[in-house]
């Protein structure tokens, strides 16, 4: 399993393999030119024995070329391995991004915003240790070892044999050490998640955290999902402190029986001083790259774990988008056909067998009580959601026939926690639309009153809002959201509670706009203001997930109903009382 998973990570280097060829080859430079360097030895010290005086100039810059060799090699290695590193990086981050984008909301009500970012960041970094940093190791310390094998046995292949001996052992070791080097990586992984969740809370929500006086408790979270990320480190280094003392005591041994084996008078018999020399020298190299090789195995598991979590992201199934019909605009006409919902099998129904038709250009509010299903229809209908029985269709065509991008083409979002991003109010009001002019997001934000407030800035329309739209108000954050879905210009408008962060000046304003907006647009309006949906064509009361009232608002009130019984309530009182 492990193979494979590196197989299919080393696939990720394919593209490159031209680099890859000039790396090896720099490696090999630098096995050959260490190598040589116990060779070099040998034709000192021999030449040394013989008196031989004419060598003096040569020797030097032999040393000299066996050094500047080694330096290329490296250099080569180094550079071109590097740049298969961050290329990796570069294209596992997009792929992982790219799915994240694609991955169906049932996703995100599983998976924490923090663990998913420490996957994109802390794991593919891991990840490219064992497909780049270890690969480094192998390639160059595995030909340096090679080399040095093979100078040994040439010269004495005999006590060459010494070293082959404890091969085994070492491989005990390390086979050991695989198996708990992977399984501490995988809760390191999980544990770096941890504190990447807890500290994105905590910064994000620094209102609440300050206002509640919470710091000490989210001290002590992170202080515990760092200490476990600590401890299980420590399990690491305590296991890589372990196996490779080991290894190296094993090489010891090993190079001890061969100096005793070679000082024995039958052999010292057969060999010149140049060549016992340089027999010692290169079982002396051998120990620096066994150790690197034997400390390697621990990166190459901290790779595999993260691979694992990584190509599991990968793998994970995208929307359903087996749609093939396109739609170039939407009439509006949408009917629920026995829709029944939940959000998964071990919870109640969220919707059960809804029907409903909503004629094109109809403006139709949702009302009741918190966890009603309101906000469960209006997520079915772009197919956040797909529904666990019935159906939706959008002017007579069910939505799983349409493609998804054609689908959410024909409707324009906006929701109460607005979403803005880091840029300027007229680049989040054109978000997905580049094609708009400054003309059209003008006029948009003068339709949804955006102006009143961006004419006091010195920037206007091209002042940044911060992380989120924090340098904006609730209020201008609505207004903003509102504008881009105007300016979207979509047939089909869902407005989910779009009005509640509005003082009652700016709401007057913005029901002004939104009533020019839902003009010839069937739109879903969704509020807990009873007062902002009087005028809506329909009224459908929801309770339980059922629609239990239908119909405009006198006669909804003439009915004497649920409607009646919350809209005199909310009269009473100006108060939200959970009518959402």
């Known amino acids: 399993m492990g193979f494979k998973r590196y197989i299919r990570l080393m696939s990720y280097v394919k593209p490159y393999w031209p680099a890859f060829v000039l790396s090896v080859f720099g490696y090999a430079i630098y096995a050959g030119s260490s190598t040589a360097f116990a060779e070099l030895m040998k034709q000192l010290v021999d030449s040394i024995q013989n008196g031989m005086v004419e060598n003096r100039l040569m020797f030097p810059l032999m040393v000299v070329g066996v050094f500047a060799l080694r330096g290329v ?71 340096f070892v090679t080399g040095l094998m093979g100078y040994l046995f040439w010269t004495n292949w005999k006590l060459s044999l010494v070293f082959v001996a404890v091969t085994p052992l070492i491989g005990c070791i390390v086979a050991y050490a695989s198996k708990r080097f992977r399984r501490i990586s995988r809760h390191i992984q999980n544990s770096m998640g941890d504190v990447t969740h807890v500290a994105s809370e905590a910064l994000s929500g620094y209102r609440v955290v300050r206002s509640f006086g919470g710091q000490d408790h989210e001290r002590r979270r992170f202080y515990q999902a760092s200490d476990d990320n600590r401890r299980q480190s420590m399990k690491m280094a305590v296991t890589k402190a372990v196996s490779t003392p080991l290894i190296q005591i094993l090489v010891a041994m090993a190079l001890g029986i061969l100096v ?73 006409a949408v009917t629920f056909d026995q829709v029944k919902f939940r959000y998964a099998d071990d919870q109640p129904w969220a919707l059960s067998g809804v029907s409903l038709d909503i004629e094109p250009g109809q403006m139709v509010a949702f009302v009741g009580r918190s966890g009603s299903g309101k906000s469960t229809m209006a997520s079915l ?87 989120n739209g924090v340098m904006l108000s609730g209020g201008q954050r609505q ?21 509640s962060a509005l003082d009652t000046e700016s709401e007057r304003h913005i029901q002004q706009a939104l009533e020019e907006v839902s003009r010839n647009r069937t739109t879903f309006v969704i509020a807990h203001r009873l007062s902002t949906i009087e005028k809506a064509d329909r009224i459908l009361v929801v309770d339980q997930g ?23 309530m909310q009269k009473e009182t100006p108060m939200d009382l959970g009518i959402s």
């Open 73 to 143: 090699g490296t250099f080569l290695g180094t550079y071109f391995m590097a740049h298969i590193a961050r290329q990796l990086v570069h294209h596992l981050r997009v792929d992982l991004f790219e799915r994240y984008l694609g991955l169906p909301a049932r996703f995100y009500d599983q998976h924490s915003s923090g663990h998913l970012v420490s996957r994109l960041t802390f794991n593919v970094e891991q990840v490219t240790g064992a497909a780049t940093n270890a690969v480094t190791v192998v390639i160059r310390e595995g030909l």
């Open 260 to 332: 005793w084996m070679a000082l024995s008078p039958d052999l010292m018999g057969q060999m010149t001083p140049g060549e016992f020399i340089a027999f010692l020298t290169a079982a002396s190299l051998m120990a620096k790259p066994l150790r690197q090789l034997t400390d390697v195995n621990s990166i190459i598991q901290k790779g595999l774990a993260a691979a694992q979590d990584i190509f599991d992201l990968l793998d994970t199934p995208l929307e359903r988008d087996e749609g093939t019909q396109a739609l170039s605009r939407a009439q509006g």
């Open 381 to 467: 209908l772009p197919r956040f959601y797909e529904p666990t029985e019935g159906q939706i269709l959008l002017d007579g065509i069910p939505l799983q026939a349409l493609t998804l991008s054609s689908l959410r083409s024909q409707i324009a979002l906006v929701t109460q926690h607005v979403t803005l991003f880091n840029d300027t109010i007229a680049a989040n009001i054109a978000y997905g639309m580049p094609d708009a002019s400054r003309e059209d997001i003008e006029r948009a934000a003068q339709a949804a009153h955006v102006t009143e407030f961006v004419q006091h800035m010195e920037h206007g329309l091209d002042t940044q809002v911060g992380d």
């Open 479 to 499: 207004r903003l959201a509102i504008a881009r879905a105007m300016l979207r210009d979509a047939p089909i408008l869902i407005l989910d509670e779009a009005t």
């Open 546 to 568: 059922q629609i239990i009232e239908d119909g405009d608002h006198p006669t909804l009130i003439a009915k004497g109903g649920l409607y009646a019984q919350l809209h005199g």
